[in-house]
């Protein structure tokens, strides 16, 4: 039945996922600590220009690219998983978990280098947020690897298939909201940390 | 018996610990913000010293009203077993929670003992001995940080399940109790540095991060006596508002 009709026969319209209010509050709080990074920055421009052109922008380019080919996964997972092939959607999550593995892989390299070169938080201020900025979202990545490997076992086995479809198609979009954000942080601190103050 | 008989009562015990807290842990205890980690220890002495007295006051009486926060936590479980025995009656999460609950209360009164033996004869002990105390007293209360995270968070995800049409605790005020105990995480940064935002005392690690802490913890205190308050309105109507 087409959505007009349902809503015209006085079905309850169905309400946005309120993992938006979680994704709203964490992006806001990302916003306070780039409007913090840049209000430091305008202290000491040199130290944090000079800084910047010690990271690998090269390397922040890739895990963008690795990021956004596997939200795009995720996403044609989200589609296909309103569509009711849980087969495809499981795979397609397992495809999205693989490439962005790589992001994983990346940035432990990029922080090993930068650690045995004695590279630490306490270097400078730039440094303190380049640690503490792709930390947290670090942490967010693992935490979205989590929530990925869950989506990929697929709708509940053993529960009613009616109920154990329409919860894993709620979490499946909620899901894939959570990693789009994670995508999308990463593109606002390359942005920051890798760009602004390259050569 | 009314099952909810002594729930309203701990309930408030949330709105007098936090009342407490803002007056006793950070007014007079100088917590806001507190000293700041790129004081020499000579400089963080003298006004350790100068403020000896008020440090005091503030530390004994938060010891005890500490307590609160695992009475509350008992009236948070109360809210978590009724959606829980709507659902099959699963008590892990509600089980999550009040242990968290009981170890965030040693986050409360372990440091506040540490700052009280600061404050406690300042003038014959060493400035260093004074102010690594007062540093491993900030270190546990900052750093212990996942024993409230694994509590709150088992909170808001039990709360995102109760199937009631109008939900006992609104689905944002869940979503922003677990944003605001996932955020600690960028305390994780305070040990690393002196100064700066993520410093003990500094712009995010402090302002921000406390100021969230306490708005939470009212925004919680109000939903929680309210669902409460419903729970009881429930009992005894007879039938739940489904």
């Not at chain 2, 806001?32 to 000579?42: F, G, K, M, R, T």
């Amino acid at each position: 039945m087409p959505a007009a009709e349902l809503a015209a026969a006085g079905a309850p319209r169905e309400r946005a996922p309120a993992i938006w209010i979680f994704i709203a509050l964490d992006c806001s709080s990302f916003g306070l600590f780039f409007v913090v990074f840049m209000a430091q920055r305008l202290g000491q421009p040199a130290l944090f220009d000079h800084s910047s052109q010690q990271l690998y922008t090269a390397l922040g380019f890739l895990n963008a690219c690795i990021l956004i080919t596997s939200s795009w996964l995720v996403a044609w997972a989200n589609v296909v998983g309103r569509q009711g092939d849980f087969a495809q959607a499981k795979k397609l999550i397992a495809w999205g978990m693989a490439v962005a593995a790589c992001f994983g892989l990346v940035k432990g390299y990029e922080y090993y280098e930068k650690l045995s070169s004695g590279v630490t938080v306490s270097t400078n201020e730039f440094f303190t947020f380049y640690y503490a900025l792709t930390g947290i979202h670090f942490v967010h990545y693992l935490v979205g690897m989590v929530i990925l490997g869950v989506l990929a076992q697929g709708p509940h086995p053993y529960a009613p298939p009616d109920q154990a479809h329409a919860s894993y198609r709620k979490w499946l979009e909620g899901g894939s909201l959570y990693w789009h954000m994670v995508d999308l942080l990463w593109i606002f601190i390359f942005s920051l940390l890798y760009l602004v103050g390259a050569r | 018996m009314n099952p909810y008989r002594y729930a309203k009562a701990l309930a408030w015990t949330g709105v007098f610990m936090l009342a407490g807290t803002i007056i006793f842990w950070a007014i007079l205890g100088q917590n806001v913000p507190p000293y700041s980690a790129e004081l020499s220890a000579d400089e963080f002495a003298a006004q350790i010293r100068e403020h000896a007295s008020l440090i005091r006051i503030g530390m004994i009486v938060q010891m005890p009203i500490s307590v609160m926060w695992f009475t509350w936590g008992v009236a948070i479980w109360v809210v978590m077993r009724a959606i829980e025995k709507e659902n099959g009656s699963n008590s892990i999460l509600s089980l999550l929670q009040l242990v968290g609950a009981a170890f965030t209360t040693i986050v409360f009164v372990l440091p506040c003992s540490v700052w009280l033996a600061v404050a406690y004869r300042p003038e014959v002990m060493e400035p260093k001995t004074l102010q690594i105390m007062y540093d491993f007293g900030w270190m546990f209360f900052d750093m212990a940080y996942s024993l409230t995270t694994m509590q709150l968070v088992a909170f808001g995800i039990c709360v995102l399940q109760d199937k009631r049409e109008r939900p006992l605790i609104p689905a944002w005020a869940a979503w922003f109790s677990m944003f605001v105990v996932v955020s600690f995480a960028v305390l994780t940064m305070m040990p690393l540095v002196f100064g700066g935002p993520f410093s003990r005392s500094g712009l995010i690690n402090y302002f921000v991060e406390f100021s969230l802490f306490f708005v939470m913890w009212l925004v919680l205190d109000i939903f929680i006596l309210k669902a409460i308050g419903r729970l009881e309105q429930e009992h005894y109507t007879g039938h739940a508002s489904r």
